[in-house]
Structures are given as C-alpha cells and as structure tokens.
C-alpha cells in the first residue's frame, strides 16, 4: 500500500513536471551594464503609472490600423493587472511625434524601413527604445510598422490571415510592445538572442509572444507565434510579474557579466519564476528516479516471490 | 507483474515527453535560410571585431555604430576586392547620455569572432545582411556557435549553396 502511494505521487509530479517543462518558455531582457553591475532596461515606475503613447496610422493603407493597435495594447493592459481601466499602455490624443526619433513621444506608426541599416523586406516592423546608459531607466520607444512600397505583404486586421502575404497589424504590436517593455526576443540558438525552453523560465507564456518569427521570407509558410490569435492567456497573467518588469529593484536580472569590455546590449535570459525555473527538471528528474528505484525495487520483490519456498500464493 | 510493466511504461513515456515536445515548441521560429541571407550578401567574412564606435546619425534622429572588423577569411565574396578590415553600420549605440537598442540588431563586443553576412549600404557603407542571424558567433575551437559546424565546413556550404 505503501509503494503505491509512493508511485502515485511520484507519478504525479513527474507528469506536472512533464507537463510545466515541456511548455514552458523562456523570456529574455535587455540589460547593459551600470557601474559595474548588469542592470536590466526598465522604465522605473510602479501601478497604475502607465506609458502614453500615440498611435499614427498614416500610411498604414486603408485598414483600421489603430484599433488594431489598441487591442494590442489592451492585451498587454489586461495582462499587467486584470483590470483594462488601469492601464499600462495608454494612448494620448494625436499629436506631433516622429516615429523611430528621440523627441519625448512614444509614437506607434508605419514609414518604410529599408532606409536603416540592414533592413530590407524581411523586416515587418522595428521597436526603438532609448535609454539612459547610466542609469538603465528607459526614456521612450517608437514602434514603426514597415511600409516599404515592395515589401510582399499587406497589412491587415485580421486575425486569421487566409495567406503568408497578410500580416495582422494586431499580432505584430503584440510582440513590438512587449520590446517596449524591455523584452529581448526568443529564439533558437545561434541567433544572438535568447534560446527558449533552457530552464530558466520566467514568464512562462511570453516564449511565443517574443519569438522573431516575424523575420518574413519568401519561402516562410507562417509568419505568425502559435496559434491564431494572441490573448491575454498568451501572456503571463500574473500582475506582479509584469510590474516587475518595470521596477528597478527586481532581481529578475541580476546575472553577473564575465566580460568587463561589453559595453553593448545583453540579452539576459529570465529567471524569474520557481515553478517554471530550474525547479522543475529537479524535481521532475528527483520523481523519475524514485519511480525508477520503486519499479525496481517492485520487480525484486516480485522475482523473489518466485523463488520456491519464499511464497504461498496460489 | 503488469503493474510492473504499466509502470515501465508511464516511464519512457515521461522520459521521451520532453524531447518530443521541445521541437514543437520551437515550430513557430522560421529564420532566413542560410540561401536567403547569401542571396542579400555580396560579403561573407570571418573576422574578429577590432573596435566599435557609436554616434548620431546625420540629421540626429537615430544612433548608428561603426563596427570595424579584421578579416580573418573571406567565406564568400562578390566583390572586387574584399579587404582585410570591413566596417559596417549597424542601428543602435550610446553616445553620452542617450542609448539606443533595437531588436534584429546584431551586437557586438570588441574581440569576438564572428562570421558576418555582410550587404552594401549607402555612401559605400557596409551592413548586416538579415539583421541578427547575419551575424553568427564563433567559439575559441573555430565552431559556429548553436550551428555544430566548423567555419571551414561553413565556408564549404556557402559554395555549395552559391552554385
């Protein structure tokens, strides 16, 4: 009776464990390096402090690109603290910012990117955020849409894009706010970003979110994360989590630099989160072993139960 | 004795879980091929960083980098005349109190070696062909970082993929 129990928890958090693993996704920061100690990008405020920000849709064509934008900003809204009045992201009324300028307007627009260096039509569209290189504190972002007349693709609202030359405008500002915030993106190795799923996982949905799959191509067949749509669920619905994003006083990346000469910006992979962290491939290898250590000591047992004289089952 | 095997079972199945589903998770990342980014270089090199330089661009709306390499050896070239240092521009950089990060920028650190796809620019400058996956690190024994190949064998699939 004992043994069975043992098994059956062991069994259980084996399959929690499985299960938590092999979903969960990493996310990675920003981060330079301020007297000496690595300091992540953040803008420095607390709840319910929001980020105004103005939307431009000039040249975003005929589609309804700033109510697609707002829904995006709403997902992150929902996602900081439940609650879509008090808001993380907030649109200002038009005014006169530029976009991808330093000019103390967060502005959300379309302009053609091809003349920034290395970006051609692959891009979908860029994030700028500025800083201040002494004190890590973030001073603005642009987020530019790329509206290069060649580019292959058009810009769309909606959802389920029927082809791999429609882009929802929706999708894409999910992913772009999420820089904003000083996300790095997800990626597989090789790439200069963060590899997902390499145990130090944080916000455990914000993997797909923050994957650069919007690099189009030609011979790309999908250009959008998992699924069809991104929801709040797509994010990690914890509050708190996403206010840590923006303090300073967090240790979310607290990840010493071995290299006193890096001046340029580190991607810090997240460590944020126990249950998603490296405390579950420890403790889901600690079950497997204690389930391998009770089949093995079941199957002894069983053998010595055939030995002639030891059992009376009949 | 069934039990036993049940329980076997329920084993391998945990066992072999995560590794069948790990490249799932990844299903959604599509980067450029290794042919797309050849086809937007006309330069690929392998080459150590030698310094890097932030400032303003010309009308003082973005900061750029000037990132200068020392070639160690051309991987793949279309130009006339490769030469032994390139410098390319990439976005991004701090100059006094301004900083400037944007994704799909490649970083550097002065002394690493890379192998850099590299594309022309205006005014005869020199980028990143692809953004970040234009620029892929190489570790102290010669091999591409995340792509288990070494430079010479890397160097040995450019052709092929050039023919």
Known sequence: ???????????????????????????????????????????????????????????????????????????????????????????????????????????????????????????????????????????????AFNNKTDRGWTWSTNPNPSSNTECDVASLAVHELGH?????????????????NDGKN????????????????KERKDYRPEGPSLGPEDLEANPDQISR???????????????????????????????CGAAVPAAGLLSLALIALVTLAVGIKSLMGRVPGRTAAS | MRSVSLIRLVVLVLLAAPWVSAPLARAAYFPLSDRELLAAS???????????????NEDHSLIFTTVTLDVLQT???????????????????????????????????????????IAPWTKGRNVVAGGELGWIAVDPSGRLIGRAISVDGFAAHLRMLSR
């Open chain 1, 1 to 143: 009776m004992f043994q069975k129990t043992i098994i059956q928890a062991a069994l259980a958090t084996a399959v929690a464990c499985a299960l938590i693993g092999s979903s969960a996704h990493a996310y990675c920061v920003w981060s330079i390096k301020v007297g000496g100690t690595e300091t992540r990008l953040h803008w420095g405020i607390e709840p319910p402090a929001t980020i105004p920000n103005m939307i431009d849709e000039t040249g975003s064509g005929t589609i309804n690109a700033r109510d697609s934008i707002r829904q995006s900003e709403l997902k992150w809204n929902q996602t900081y603290n439940g609650i879509p009045a008090d808001r993380l992201f907030a649109e200002g009324t038009a005014g006169t910012g530029a976009i991808l300028k330093m000019d103390s307007s967060n502005t959300i627009g379309f302009m053609d990117l091809s003349g920034l260096p290395g970006y051609g039509n692959y891009v979908l569209g860029i994030t700028c955020v500025w800083y201040n290189p002494s004190t890590a504190h973030i001073y603005e972002f642009d987020i």
């Open chain 1, 180 to 196: 904003a915030l000083g996300l790095g993106h997800v990626a597989a190795s090789g790439t200069g970003a963060c590899q997902e």
């Open chain 1, 202 to 217: 944080g916000f455990r949905d914000l993997g797909p979110v923050m994957q650069p799959t919007f690099n189009m191509s």
């Open chain 1, 245 to 275: 994003l923006l303090r300073a006083d967090d240790q979310l990346a607290t990840q010493a630099n071995p290299d006193p000469n890096v001046r340029h910006m580190k991607l810090i992979k997240g460590q944020g989160c126990g249950i």
């Open chain 2, 42 to 56: 006309d330069l690929v090199v392998d080459a150590i960083v030698r310094e890097q330089t932030s400032h303003w």
């Open chain 2, 75 to 117: 991987l793949y070239s279309r130009r006339a005349s490769a030469g032994q240092v390139v410098r390319i521009v990439v976005l991004g950089g701090e100059v006094g109190d301004v900083g400037l990060v944007v994704e799909d920028t490649p970083r550097f650190r002065v002394g690493e070696r890379a192998v850099v796809f």
